[in-house]
């Protein structure tokens, strides 16, 4: 039998322990020095992820010689499988490893991806040969060289998710929400947590891609090779100042069971009196009144658990609170879905908008010339910028005007992020039209490798109208999801979130794959050669696609109640939750 360990003075946590599995000592564990170093991971994350993905379509075509829509459907994937890959993350951490062993064995995951890639990029077997000067065509990478460079991002997209799944909330375990003054330094990291995400991302799309475009892409990416182990090793360094928590499970597990548990008991019909269902409370009693009431079957006791339906299967049977959280997840997902179209815009900004800037004037003086890539500076620059505007400018006069006390309902910011990215579209297309105007006036359509003279900076509009929509639909889609999911499956909220960036860069990489094939036999919209395309067309359709999803958007959100207003119609007391920090992104 343990001896009891005593709390001196309020010095140990209830529901912490340290890396020995004691109760962990306030003054010893936790705190700003274990928080920094988990910043430190997160900032070498974010530095090789965008020093990657903003720059890779630039590598793919003009080093691997691959064409302009295979490079797009490669950097989309990237990030699409880094984004799905949070889910997997996250359920492993919450269900086995705990967060602390997760980030250590993704961070070391990505750092053997990102060493992998470096390597690529030094052994001369491993790429193409460089293209013959004044030469039409080039010998593209064979199927060797593109698997070890696959294999490379997609250890680095592994490594990501696990690492994205985990950090915002290992970091937030260092600070106890029950005591006011570390709960007031927890909203403080947070605060740093997304300046540090903005100072690495632009660190990467600024001196990293300078490096990789004018050094060499051996020290670009041995740089985050090098900065990934130096922050794991100062990770791990820290644990002995760690506080640790309990294994919760994943909210995933428990949706799942719903829907089998609902599934095996289909051929039974729902008692008249709810009181023979499992563990009826008054909130859970009017979900069977209402809608999906397929689900509520998952409730029924059946007779050999009609005395004792404790010891049923979590499979074969669930509480009616169970279902009904589950309810509450089910009706955001028509939001869920319109807010997908706007992440394939996004990934137009690292892929083809590169590409556009690649064939413009980047000079700034006699000298200096921007990398292509440089250009989603503007886009992150966009986003930090809109962030303090919309917080001291449009949210006290949207409150006045609206009578709300946030300003705009997270809905509504959701809403006006889809409409900018539909304008970005719009003026995508045009500056392609007047581009394309300079390489006819010029006889420089059939040059591939011609800088045509019109400046980069009519790129800027793209970019930032895209950025600041992005700072709209993020705060609103992290905002809304963490209100609206039930308190039992709050880290849903995250994995929500980060499935629609997922599906909006594989949304992306469907459509670029569609049009490619459709139209690249006579007048291809996405050529090679992007002065012979139709990249304007494309641009179209994605802004056609993004209208006609702000229709359906608008639908939803008509239709759609928030939980607070159906909570009080149904005559319960509400409280408000404060969001428990960022999701991964």
Same mark, same amino acid.
């Given at each position: 039998?343990?001896?009891?360990?005593?709390?001196?003075?309020?010095?140990?946590?209830?529901?912490?322990?340290? #890396?020995?599995?004691? @109760?962990?000592?306030?003054?010893?564990?936790?705190?700003?020095? +274990?928080?920094?170093?988990?910043?430190?991971?997160?900032?070498?994350?974010?530095?090789?992820?965008?020093?990657?993905?903003?720059?890779?379509?630039?590598?793919?075509?003009?080093?691997?010689?691959?064409?302009?829509?295979?490079?797009?459907?490669?950097?989309?994937?990237?990030?699409?499988?880094?984004?799905?890959?949070?889910?997997?993350?996250?359920?492993?951490?919450?269900?086995?490893?705990?967060?602390?062993?997760?980030?250590?064995?993704?961070?070391?995951?990505?750092?053997?991806?990102?060493?992998?890639?470096?390597?690529?990029?030094?052994?001369?077997?491993?790429?193409?040969?460089?293209?013959?000067?004044?030469?039409?065509?080039?010998?593209?990478?064979?199927?060797?060289?593109?698997?070890?460079?696959?294999?490379?991002?997609?250890?680095?997209?592994?490594?990501?998710?696990?690492?994205?799944?985990?950090?915002?909330?290992?970091?937030? /375990?260092?600070?106890?929400?029950?005591?006011?003054?570390?709960?007031?330094?927890?909203?403080?990291?947070?605060?740093?947590?997304?300046?540090?995400?903005?100072?690495?991302?632009?660190?990467?799309?600024?001196?990293?891609? #300078?490096?990789?475009? =004018?050094?060499?892409?051996?020290?670009?990416?041995?740089?985050?090779?090098?900065?990934?182990?130096?922050?794991?090793?100062?990770?791990?360094?820290?644990?002995?100042?760690?506080?640790?928590?309990?294994?919760?499970?994943?909210?995933?597990?428990?949706?799942?069971?719903?829907?089998?548990?609902?599934?095996?008991?289909?051929?039974?019909?729902?008692?008249?009196?709810?009181?023979?269902?499992?563990?009826? &409370? &008054?909130?859970?009693?009017? +979900?069977?009144?209402?809608?999906?009431?397929?689900? /509520?079957?998952?409730?029924?006791?059946?007779?050999?658990?009609?005395? =004792?339906?404790?010891?049923?299967?979590?499979?074969?049977?669930?509480?009616?609170?169970?279902?009904?959280?589950?309810?509450?997840?089910?009706?955001?997902?028509?939001?869920?879905?319109?807010?997908?179209?706007?992440?394939?815009?996004?990934?137009?900004?690292?892929?083809?908008?590169?590409?556009?800037?690649?064939?413009?004037?980047?000079?700034?003086?006699?000298?200096?010339?921007?990398?292509?890539?440089?250009?989603?500076?503007?886009?992150?620059?966009?986003?930090?910028?809109?962030?303090?505007?919309?917080?001291?400018?449009?949210?006290?006069?949207?409150?006045?005007?609206?009578?709300? @006390?946030?300003?705009?309902?997270?809905?509504?910011?959701?809403?006006?992020?889809?409409?900018?990215?539909?304008?970005?579209?719009?003026?995508?297309?045009?500056?392609?039209?007047?581009?394309?105007?300079?390489?006819?006036?010029? =006889?420089?359509?059939? /040059?591939?490798?011609?800088?045509?003279?019109?400046?980069?900076?009519?790129?800027?509009?793209?970019?930032?109208?895209?950025?600041?929509?992005?700072?709209?639909?993020?705060?609103?889609?992290?905002?809304?999801?963490?209100?609206?999911? @039930?308190?039992?499956?709050?880290?849903?909220?995250?994995?929500?979130?980060? +499935?629609?960036?997922?599906?909006?860069?594989?949304?992306?990489?469907?459509?670029?794959?569609?049009?490619?094939?459709?139209?690249?036999?006579?007048?291809?919209?996405?050529?090679?050669?992007?002065?012979?395309?139709?990249?304007?067309?494309?641009?179209?359709?994605?802004?056609?696609?993004?209208?006609?999803?702000?229709?359906?958007?608008?639908?939803?959100?008509?239709? #759609?109640? #928030?939980?607070?207003?159906?909570?009080?119609?149904?005559?319960?007391?509400?409280?408000?939750?404060?969001?428990?920090?960022?999701?991964?992104?």
């Amino acid at each position: 039998m343990a001896l009891p360990i005593t709390d001196d003075y309020g010095k140990t946590l209830s529901d912490a322990w340290d #890396y020995k599995g004691l @109760p962990a000592n306030r003054s010893k564990t936790g705190g700003w020095v +274990s928080s920094a170093m988990i910043l430190g991971v997160e900032t070498c994350e974010r530095l090789i992820t965008l020093g990657i993905a903003f720059n890779l379509v630039t590598y793919l075509t003009g080093v691997m010689h691959l064409g302009n829509a295979t490079s797009a459907n490669t950097v989309t994937n990237f990030l699409g499988t880094s984004f799905m890959l949070c889910l997997l993350g996250g359920f492993v951490a919450d269900t086995f490893l705990g967060r602390y062993l997760t980030i250590a064995i993704f961070a070391t995951v990505q750092a053997l991806g990102v060493t992998i890639l470096t390597i690529s990029t030094i052994i001369p077997n491993l790429r193409p040969p460089p293209c013959i000067e004044h030469s039409s065509t080039c010998i593209p990478a064979n199927g060797t060289q593109l698997g070890v460079l696959h294999l490379a991002l997609y250890l680095t997209a592994l490594g990501t998710g696990g690492l994205k799944s985990s950090v915002s909330g290992f970091g937030s /375990d260092q600070f106890d929400d029950k005591d006011e003054e570390e709960k007031a330094r927890m909203t403080t990291f947070f605060n740093w947590f997304y300046f540090i995400v903005s100072i690495g991302s632009m660190a990467a799309v600024t001196i990293l891609v #300078y490096i990789e475009d =004018n050094l060499g892409r051996k020290w670009g990416y041995g740089i985050c090779a090098c900065a990934i182990v130096v922050c794991l090793i100062a990770f791990l360094c820290g644990t002995k100042r760690y506080r640790f928590k309990k294994l919760d499970g994943s909210p995933l597990t428990q949706f799942a069971a719903v829907f089998v548990a609902a599934w095996r008991n289909r051929k039974m019909e729902i008692p008249a009196d709810v009181s023979q269902l499992f563990n009826v &409370d &008054d909130m859970a009693e009017t +979900s069977v009144k209402k809608k999906q009431k397929f689900l /509520d079957k998952a409730a029924i006791k059946g007779l050999e658990l009609e005395n =004792n339906p404790a010891q049923a299967n979590k499979w074969s049977l669930q509480t009616l609170t169970d279902i009904e959280e589950v309810k509450m997840i089910l009706r955001m997902l028509p939001i869920w879905a319109t807010t997908i179209e706007f992440w394939t815009i996004h990934a137009q900004m690292t892929t083809f908008s590169v590409s556009q800037a690649e064939t413009m004037d980047r000079r700034i003086g006699s000298k200096f010339q921007i990398p292509p890539a440089t250009m989603t500076a503007f886009l992150i620059a966009s986003i930090l910028a809109t962030v303090p505007i919309y917080d001291r400018l449009v949210a006290p006069i949207a409150a006045r005007l609206l009578k709300n @006390p946030q300003g705009l309902t997270p809905l509504r910011r959701v809403g006006v992020g889809l409409f900018l990215a539909t304008v970005a579209m719009v003026v995508a297309a045009l500056t392609e039209i007047k581009r394309l105007r300079v390489a006819e006036v010029n =006889n420089m359509v059939h /040059d591939k490798n011609a800088i045509l003279p019109i400046s980069v900076f009519w790129l800027i509009p793209q970019f930032i109208l895209t950025g600041a929509g992005e700072a709209m639909i993020y705060a609103g889609q992290l905002d809304f999801f963490l209100r609206e999911c @039930p308190k039992g499956m709050k880290t849903m909220s995250t994995g929500l979130f980060l +499935s629609t960036l997922a599906l909006g860069f594989f949304l992306s990489t469907v459509i670029v794959t569609v049009v490619n094939s459709l139209t690249g036999h006579s007048h291809p919209w996405l050529a090679d050669n992007l002065n012979e395309g139709r990249l304007y067309n494309f641009y179209w359709l994605l802004g056609i696609i993004s209208v006609v999803n702000f229709v359906f958007f608008i639908l939803a959100s008509r239709w #759609y109640v #928030y939980k607070e207003k159906w909570l009080v119609a149904e005559g319960f007391e509400v409280e408000l939750e404060e969001s428990t920090g960022p999701a991964c992104h």
